[in-house]
């Protein structure tokens, strides 16, 4: 498989507001949302972007569509160095590559007809009109949605959330992208209609070939719709792996407490401590050194001095921790 | 013995449209010690339910029937301000978004001890002591109580809200959704905590949620709502194991698991009824996959099955049957 995305590098630091204190020192506190990451995508991968809330995920997914500038590094798409790319190579990316949104009460315009929600891409991207009801239609297939003539006159508020959702799928789909990333797309959604987005998902996936990246902080949703998945801890990539690999067979120690957090529905589930300290947030990242190494309970001298680097444990399989 | 007993509970709100029944007759104990899990997706009338028996329900909100007996004595029938009175000392609230019961002006310390002061009747001293045993109680560090409730991570407040809640030794708590907002890590470790307080105290506590992994992390009994009624209850071991009401086995298949391949999830196709005209015989027979004719003319009852659970299925003495079915992907898709 082409890589379709080379992110090499990649930093997103975002500046702070400053306390007196710091402002009188001409200290610059900033927060390194994303710090240093290396991703290739294949062509037709879809890789789950894993991590609790903070850990940089959501910014990874806003740099690799362009819709904030890294403070460092590059990202190839198709070859093409982002950085780089303005007016109509700009806007053929923006085509290219496409974004589901968390919320799909808020995605779209309320006085929009779905018609409308649904022809407006087409008509930004200048798609002859002849050719707009073809693609409408084909992509409300996708999302099975295929009662075409019962939702194009309704406007958002007189649909459920899970058709909702499915329309800002068919928005995302209209324009045949080649990348799609999607932000915590069911988690706005009940238990029993999930099941039918992800499901969705899935088919679009396997039916366009689509590259795609999803980020979640839900480990058993990842493994149901990805192939692959990424873990991030504080802004760094901390385990990379085939995501049936990563969760039945965990390297970094991160991963395997998340793995043990992840909630079953079965009475008899391990209720063993996790082998983790401290939450995320209170984790300020340590300078230098392994930016787990306060909460990791297996942590020793090296951690600190050195920063682990990722490493292959198997083939595919990448992992960043000394002890491997 | 019970602490609480919802009895035949019935809340309408008025709205635009009509009126929305948005429970309809629901019924189920709370043992004392145990925590009692309610499930329903959003709509079910679990967070309203749990708001009626607080006594804190909108204004266009009111309890058209039933009993709600704490102590003996009928919640229901009792003034504002003898509810009010309770409220705290009897009966505790622990929220979803922490942020809603901590008020973002005033000192987290602060906060506890009015409680403690107000409602408590304790000396500033003594409150002070008391707010300092709670936050170790719940594992935060005692130097927090001078942070605004801004300066706590989403985790540190959901621990506040326990705190506050436990101050004045409640016999029972209702959590609504207490961990939902959480990142997994610490949805894990604030649930450990507030599960070794619940038995180290012997407290009793409503759990609700959606999530029936959290039911079955955290809790000994569990309530299916669906549509504003109880369609199933017992032992969440029981339950689980083996649903009888089709909605809870067609729960089970909603989710993704975590280990194994999992194979094919499976939504319910369709909606819950509407509420304000809602059906009179089964609420969920439109989404049932083992609907007969019957099933849109009777309403069925909440009855005892083989298990010791109860359940409200016309066809529950085929259960054993149906949850064979029920486990095929095919079942549900139509």
Known sequence: ?324 | MSVLSVQDLKVHYRTDRGVAQAVRGASFEVPEGQVVGVVGESGCGKTTLARAIMGVMPKTASIAGGKLLFDGVDLVSLSPKDLAARRWRDIAFIPQSAMNSLDPVYRVGTQIAEILIERGGMDKASAKRRAVELFDMVGLDAGRLRDFPHQYSGGMRQRAAIAMALALEPKLVIADEPVTALDVIIQRQVLDTFKDLQSRLGLSVILITHDISVVAYASDRVVVMYAGEVIEAGATAEVLKRPFHPYTMGLYKAFPELHGDGGTLVPIEGTPPNLIHPPSACAFADRCPFVEQRCREVHPPLEPVESGSLAACLRSGEADRLRVLAGEASTWLR
């Not at chain 1, 240093?36 to 890789?47: A, K, M, S, Y």
């Not at chain 1, 362009?66 to 190839?76: A, W, Y």
């Not at chain 1, 929009?112 to 930004?124: D, S, V």
């Open chain 1, 1 to 324: 498989m082409a890589p379709l995305i080379a992110a090499r590098g990649v930093e997103k630091h975002f500046p702070v507001t400053r306390k007196f204190s710091e402002v009188l020192r001409g200290e610059r506190p900033i927060n390194r949302a994303v710090d240093g990451i290396d991703l290739t995508i294949g062509e037709g991968e879809t890789v789950g972007l894993l991590g609790e809330s903070g850990c940089g995920k959501t910014t990874t997914g806003r740099l690799l569509l362009k819709l904030t500038q890294p403070t460092g590094g590059t990202i190839q798409f198709a070859g093409e160095d982002l950085n780089q790319v303005k007016g109509p190579a700009l806007k053929r990316f923006r085509q290219q590559a496409q974004l589901v949104f968390q919320n799909p009460f808020d995605a779209l315009n309320p006085r929009f007809t779905i018609f409308r929600a649904l022809r407006e891409p087409l008509l930004n991207a200048g798609i002859p009109e002849t050719e707009h009801a073809d693609r409408m239609w084909t992509a409300m297939r996708r999302v099975r949605l295929p009662d075409v003539d019962a939702y194009y006159d309704r406007y958002p508020h007189q649909l459920s959330g899970g058709q909702l959702q499915r329309v800002v799928l068919a928005r995302a789909l209209v324009l045949e992208p080649r990348f799609l990333v999607a932000d915590e797309p069911v988690s706005m959604l009940d238990v029993s209609v999930r099941a039918g987005i992800l499901n969705v998902m899935r088919d679009v996936h396997a039916t366009m070939g689509l590259t795609a990246v999803y980020i979640s902080h839900d480990f058993a949703l990842v493994r149901y719709v990805c192939a692959r998945t990424v873990v991030m801890y504080l802004g760094k990539i901390v385990e990379d792996g085939p995501s049936a690999e990563v969760v039945e067979r965990p390297q970094h120690p991160y991963t395997k407490a998340l793995v043990q957090a992840v909630p079953v529905p079965d009475v008899n589930q391990s209720r063993a401590p996790l082998p983790i300290k401290g939450s995320l947030s209170q984790a300020q990242a340590p300078q230098g050194g392994c930016r787990f190494r306060d909460r990791c309970p297996y942590a020793f001298e090296r951690c600190a001095s050195e920063e682990p680097l990722m490493r292959e444990i198997v083939p595919g399989h990448k992992a960043a921790c000394h002890l491997l």
